[in-house]
């Protein structure tokens, strides 16, 4: 059974899609609007500034990560700690999603200057290193990681994947040895951060052949927007 998306999904996509064409700086509601084929009057109507949009967009973000997030908790903590660091990763041709994460560093821009926007940066950071340490310690309970300050490497882990992810897309094509910065980096992080927490026995899966569950940040409104981006797949075609 097919389930029609609502009008505040399909506003959500517009933004997505809205955000990818002009950025953050440039976007207007009548961008939206024409994203979305809604009439301006409509945004509106659900909310009253572009901000608003922005502030609920940036929710259901997070929302709908958590969700999918707490979905695979009953796999072993070794594929879902890969899964989570693969789910950084960029590849060669992944344009949209690198046009999307360039306007959400413009919006994260405004996190200094504005309130809401902050509240939802600070929670979208906070999700991150919960769900990494919720991962840590279902592994340590496992007895497939070592007991090890659970936020403390959660905090270094999401920092060093974030990090790779802001310098690949705004410095634009960079490689490492062939590859792009993103996976040189996630490589590096399962080398530096997870093996040394790894108990003897535990075999992590391979960063390019984990099946990435979590969404993809430019592929939560694929099916609204009639792509199929949104499709579980292997971190090595992306």
């Known amino acids: 059974m097919t389930t029609e998306p609502s009008t505040t999904d399909e506003i959500m ?36 500034t572009k901000e608003d ?7 259901r973000l997070i929302s709908t990560f958590e969700r999918q997030a707490a979905r695979g908790a009953d796999r ?58 919720g991962i840590i310690e279902c592994g340590i309970e496992e007895d497939a990681f070592r007991p090890v300050d659970v936020m403390e490497r959660a905090a270094l882990l999401v920092a060093t994947l974030d990090g790779a992810r802001t310098r690949q897309i705004t410095l634009g094509g960079m490689e490492i040895d062939g590859d792009t910065y993103t996976r040189t980096v996630a490589h590096a992080a ?3 951060i997870v093996d040394p927490m790894v108990t003897n026995g535990t075999v992590l899966p391979e960063l390019s052949e984990v099946t990435v569950r979590l969404p993809r940040d430019s592929d939560l409104y694929s099916q609204i927007n009639g792509s199929t981006d949104g499709r579980s797949d292997r971190s090595s075609r992306e």
């Open 76 to 133: 072993p903590a070794p594929e879902r700690l890969v899964e989570f660091i693969a789910w950084f990763t960029f590849g060669p041709d992944a344009t949209d999603r690198e046009h999307f994460h360039v306007a959400l560093l413009e919006l994260r821009s405004q996190g200094p200057f504005n309130d809401r926007i902050r509240d939802q940066l600070r929670r979208s950071d906070r999700m991150f290193r919960e769900t990494v340490a």
């Open 13 to 48: 996509a517009g933004v997505h899609r809205a955000l990818r064409e002009h950025g953050y700086a440039d976007l207007t509601m009548r961008d939206i609007a024409d994203a979305c084929s809604k009439s301006k009057s409509l945004l509106h109507y659900h909310y009253d």
């Open 190 to 192: 399962i080398t530096e």
């Open 53 to 59: 949009l922005l502030v609920a967009f940036l929710d």
